[in-house]
Each structure stands twice: as C-alpha cells, then as structure tokens.
C-alpha cells in the first residue's frame, strides 16, 4: 500500500533532515539585475543575513540535427540568500523561484509560518502572474541507531513497495549493495510525487569532513503542483501537497518505525 488514511502525526524523534518549499513563476528580470532592497527590508526582522551569489547556468544548445549546431553560453543567475540569525532558515530569491528551507524541521505549521511573510512580501512587491510550479521536497534520513532499533531489519520497518528484495527469505540485508525505489507518481489531475526510497551512507563533502559509517534509509519525497496556480491560492496548493505527503509518508512506515519516531 503506497497511501494511508491515518490522521496526521507529530513525531517528536522525526527523521526529517531537511525540508525545502520552491515556488517558481514567469521570469522577473528585475530581480536579477536590481537589489531586492524593500524586500531585505519586509524580511529583514526574521532573516537578517544577506549574501548574493551568481549561479552558473548550463550552456543552451540550439540547433540540433542540423548542419550547424550551436552552443550558447548563459549569462549566471543572481541568487539572493536570506538567513536567519540561528543560520537554520534559509530564504532563496532569484528571478525565477522563491524557496525556503531548513534543517530543523518540528511541523508543518511552524514551516508554514516561516514562509507567510515573505510569500506575502513577494507578492506584494514584485507582484508575479501567477505560479508555474509549486513544489515541497521532505527529505528523511531514519537512523536505526537514533530510533534504537539497531538490530531489526528495514523490511519491517518499511512496507513493502519500499523493500522489494530486501523481504525475500533467502537474501541476508548485508549482501545487499544497492536496493531502491524510484517512483514518480500522479496523485491527482495537478499533483505528482517523485520519490526515492532506500538504505544507503550519506555522504558529506565538505573538506576534511568526517563520514558517517552508518546505513540509512533515505526517503526523499518531492512533491509539486504544475500549471499555472494564482498568486492567492498558493498557500492552498501548500496545503494540498502537505496532505499528499502526509498520505505516502505514512503509508511507507510500518507500525514499528512509529512506535520509535514517537518517542524520544
């Protein structure tokens, strides 16, 4: 069973790493040229660190097929960065896409508020036509060790749309290098899911950085709304993709992992 109908739960020992919201709209070219100085200043009070990066962007390439293809070099992307000040939210701006994340994840309804005031801010100032895409990526890291369930194998803790081969009598969970999911699923005439699920070491590429030995199981779910959604009714398309994820995430969890997520 891929979706469950089970209320909505507050887990206090969530696996939730890190959350991003994205929502994309038509192209503003001001914002790539001008300094987004009034909205600083609407945000400024919850996110009060400022840096501006330019992101490459990969080269067009036109003409395919023909006899004389052509590659075209893109000019870079301004990308504002706001931060809070415990440097745990994070505001991107740039003149396709307004996201936020964070990686300290307690609820939706804390996640919700985050964004109110610069969603609001946006809108007001640069005033988009509407939203092309509207997009929340959750993605968890569930630690055996963290859950203190070091010993129990990831087939009864997940169900088994996410464990295939890892069910089978004869196959030991060591001897497997590489077992995932990778489902890209409608989940109604305006709303997808795209999702890779899986045990796995994650990697951190920092300089020097010191890697965690421990298997994880990655459940990485992006959700997103396309077409064209109103500027007054994006925070209803949040909403309807929040309950979406709710639906796959506890219908991917056995009884099992609850059990550990509920308690701290």
Sequence with gaps: MLFSDRPRSHYPNSPAHEVICQLRFPTILTINTVEPADFQEA????????????????????????????????????????????????????????????????????????????????????????????????????????????????????????????????????????????????????????????PGRIQNNAPGAQQDPEVKFIFDMDLSMNGQTPCTLAAAALETLHGHGTRVFEGAVTDRTRDAMSTL
Excluded: M
């Excluded at 097929?65 to 931060?83: A, D, K, S």
């Excluded at 740039?94 to 804390?110: C, M, N, Q, V």
């Excluded at 295939?164 to 109604?188: I, M």
């Design 43 to 198: 945000i400024r009070e919850d996110f009060p660190q400022y840096a501006r990066r330019q992101d490459v962007t990969p080269p067009k390439v036109s003409g395919l097929g023909g006899p004389n293809p052509r590659v075209e070099q893109q000019p870079p992307v301004t990308n504002y960065h706001f931060l809070s000040a415990d440097g745990k939210w994070k505001l991107n701006l740039t003149k396709d896409f307004i996201a936020l994340s964070t990686l300290r994840y307690t609820g939706w309804e804390e996640f919700a508020h985050h964004l109110d005031k610069p969603l609001a801010s946006f809108i007001k100032l640069y005033k988009p036509a509407y939203f092309q895409r509207v997009g929340i990526r959750y993605i968890n890291l569930f630690s055996r060790q963290k859950l203190g369930l070091e010993d129990v194998p990831w087939a009864e803790l997940f169900t088994p749309a996410y464990t295939g081969a890892l069910r089978e009598p004869d196959v030991r969970e060591d001897q497997v290098v590489n077992c995932s999911s990778d489902l890209l699923l409608k989940l109604d005439s305006s709303c997808q899911a795209k999702i890779h699920a899986g």
